[in-house]
């Protein structure tokens, strides 16, 4: 069983950036930021392999950044030029590479972009 821990969410004008982090208890294969907005689905945001494999969905490329210190299992994910579009639940997901589904979810850190 692993353990994920987010930290980072906040509140920002438009336009301001956060950076959130996530600690794995142990070693994963493919871990991913997830967020789900007021009245919306989840959706995944970025995830990042630990070979290197990276996503990201269209309505956050050019302003996310996804990475991860595989020596520290933790996962980043540095959000710039926000947008109260992006206000949502952010949750840390992980999973093994033999799983087809994340399977490892933390409590989620709230980022509130206020326009």
């Known amino acids: 069983q692993v353990q994920l821990v987010e930290s980072g969410g906040g509140l920002v004008q438009a336009g301001g950036s956060l950076r959130l982090s996530c600690v794995a208890s142990?070693?994963?294969?493919?871990m991913g930021w997830h967020r789900q907005g007021p009245g919306k689905e989840r959706e995944l945001v970025a995830s990042v392999s630990s070979s290197g494999s990276i996503y990201y969905a269209d309505s956050v490329k050019g302003r996310f950044t996804v990475s991860r210190d595989n020596a520290k299992n933790t996962l980043y994910l540095q959000m710039n030029s926000l947008k109260p579009e992006d206000t949502a639940m952010y949750y840390c997901a992980g999973r093994h590479i033999v799983e087809d589904k994340y399977t490892y979810w933390g409590q989620g850190t709230q980022v509130t972009v206020q326009g």
């Open positions: 142990g070693s994963i294969f493919s």
